[in-house]
């Protein structure tokens, strides 16, 4: 056998092997991003091919998935046993038809959903539409650590965090209204009334940081206001209080933090005490 001729078994050879696996490397795929619960068992089953075929296309697969992974997916049907050949489709078309176009189609509503539902930054608060957004605190408040009982306060509080201005960045209001009896006798007795606008972060759904910038009104009656007439000094307070709170809790919780007064008043000392309670 000449030179020339021994070529031709080899040309033959390779024309075979690519005409074999031509199919393979032609049939058509989709992209599948694991979800929770699922396995290679499950997946097989929705796209209608066997474990095998994915390891073949995935062998990072063959020992484990995880949620998020991306695995190929074959679209062309796993072979047939002998006792359902019979049953295959009528041609190239009817499979486009049946097969491809309608898991094409459930691919991209899946991509869309995980995009959009999933994916996107703050999506827990869209899963918690039946979050309060409005509290309601039972409060205990001392505006300064050196003196806490003279100073202490307790009453009723309502926080508001309504509008989302940015992923779990909102903004609301925040009133709470005070007394102080029974804590100091001193001759009198004061009433303290706050009210102001305030920022919220969630880092959960069951944690979140309120800071509240509260203009302060506090009134004092009792049988010794006449010794603020005498020295000269008013009956009325106000000021301006930040009052940046920690809230643990998803209805119902606790909360804690800082009370910085700052004083309209002239010869008034800036002071700094803490506040907490329970909401509800």
Known sequence: MTPKFRKIPVILLAA???MVNMPLSAQPTLKHTVDIGETLASIARRYGTTEARIIEINPEAA?????GMQLTIPLAPAPQSAENSGQAHDGPDAFETETI???LQQQTDVSVQGTVEKDSPGTWRKEEDERKWTFYEVQFMATSFKSVKASGKYG???IALPWEVAPDLCVGGHMSLAVNFGLASKGWETFTAM????LGYYFTPAVFLAVPLDVVCETMVGSNTKQLEQIGAEDTFWGLSLLPSIYIGKKFGVYAGLVLNIPFVDNAEVTCGFRTGIYF
């Open 63 to 67: 020992d484990f998935i995880y949620v």
């Open 195 to 198: 009210f102001g606008p305030q």
């Open 156 to 158: 009723l509080g309502v």
């Open 101 to 103: 176009l309608p898991l």
């Open 16 to 18: 075979l092997l690519f």
